[in-house]
């Protein structure tokens, strides 16, 4: 299969690649694309050096499958001209929320990605945990009211945040604090210290994050009307995304009946008892880690649990592989 | 007045005699006492040199007023005794709880402190700042519901912890990762890490740490029957305690109330829109500050903020010191 990368040198693009070959996806012909400053850096896979190209729709017209992990506005220019003729993985946030575009997490909705038109989205980082764990509850249980705080890591603001984290680390380790006006690609310093703000502030006080991860959660559950809230926190870890999630049911539901529920959930790994995911146990792992599953004593019927995973993994890259997987598998059925 | 401090050579200590000297408090004599490891080291305080001592019944016998910043152990031991002669004004969670005893944040309950039988209780750091938000909002508006999910900072769990840290932030600024079995005096590393438990396991799946917040803020707000649910989480952060709080009331309440009874509660900073609180802003401060104040989507009547203060100031040392400085005034009048 001719295979595309857009965005192929960011930390979700090199991921990409990374799983493509711990996969054995069939790839027959690999093409890279980045930005200009990109043009000419050389990655290897499968013993084969690729050279990053332009953007072009003479290098794109061949194409059978793109993953695009680009920026928003790549996406936009690129995704309407891709999808002509190659099918289209897109982890950007541009056609997630359009009524002819499938948002898929296989786990959930596999089913909707198969009335696709050459165009899937991938959901947000923070949205595909929730919904693995939010969507076999619902069936069982029926969901009623959902509340979600996420503990976010710096991979994924991307390749930039995580080389001012890194540096910023250092400056902490050597001088014991960090300039708070240092120049920060996030909005502040990011070592000791947290950032309740992922992405712009929307006129109701919620930011863009926030906003995606109960739009998007709502389109994948298929609950339009689902309330939902979310406070989206960047916090000073390299990969590996947490979330307090809270979810309230029809009629009150017990611990060990979610266990038992979660324990048969495909893609996810619920921890016994006193222990619980952390971004040091989750890097580098394909499941949504689960734990710390109790009554939620602020409601009659409710749940709270803490959810792990690794952001670039499960949370983007695996993700959209194994959308193109089972795309590919039906094809062949 | 002649004052003791039980554990002056932890944190909270330390910032105690900072403080009191800060503050002009009036002490005519000091004694500090600290576990056998330090005797001998001195502190200085108003220029002048004071030992670490032994504590001893002769030691106390003639001190009017102690602040208790001990480990549970030595509380339990020296508290009974100490309250035969002086006024007490304990740190500890050994008597927090107890019906005669009061649990007291000035700018909420001091009529309860009044009632003090030489002993009173400080909260939880986390309570505190919890309690100063929720109390002016259920007078205003009648609380019905509660949840809070925090991001407390390494300092919270003492000194030890603290060094522990800030090695592990020189190993992980030296050699990109911390290894998973490093031993730690927290239940795992917690450099470019998060901690989802603070004290042991309940029963019920419940830490001690999001039992205290539960049980501490239903007996200051006296609402003992107020359903509320709490998530504690340790966050590689030096000083500065973050929570999402959320509280459901009565009927709908709008974020502009919510502003305007917060402006004008005593010790709390309600930051302007697109402002939020950070660690790296309220270290160093003795307000309690709010922010991202907002509709809570899941709920008809909730409000969400944000809320941060520095743990070791309001959330210990300050709180314990205005106790004091009210119980002295009254006795004035």
Redesign the interface.
Known sequence: MKVGIIGATGLVGEKLLELLNERNFPVTELRLFASEKHLGEKYLFRDQEYEIQSLSEDAVKDLELVFCAASNEIAEQWVPILQKTALVIDKSSVFRLKDDVPLVVPEVNLNRALEHKNLIASPNCTTIPVVMVLAPLHQEFTLK???V?T?QSVSGAGRDALDQF?YE??V???H?E?P?DSASVLS??IA??????IGK?RS???TEEEQKL?LETRKILELDDL???A?C?R????VGH?A?L?AEFASPVE?ADVVRVLKNAPGILVLN??E?????IVEGRNEVFV?????????KA?I?C?VATDNLRKGAALNAIQIAEEILSKREQ
């Open positions: 009211r959902v509340s705080v503990l890194i680390t250092e902490l380790a050597y014991g960090i708070k502040a310093p000791g210290n947290i950032i309740p703000q502030f109701d006080g919620y109960i309330p939902i809230s406070t926190i916090v000073p870890v390299r947490c307090v809270t611990p008892n006193n619980y995911p952390m971004p040091i734990g710390r599953i109790r009554k939620d004593y602020s409601t409710g709270t803490l």
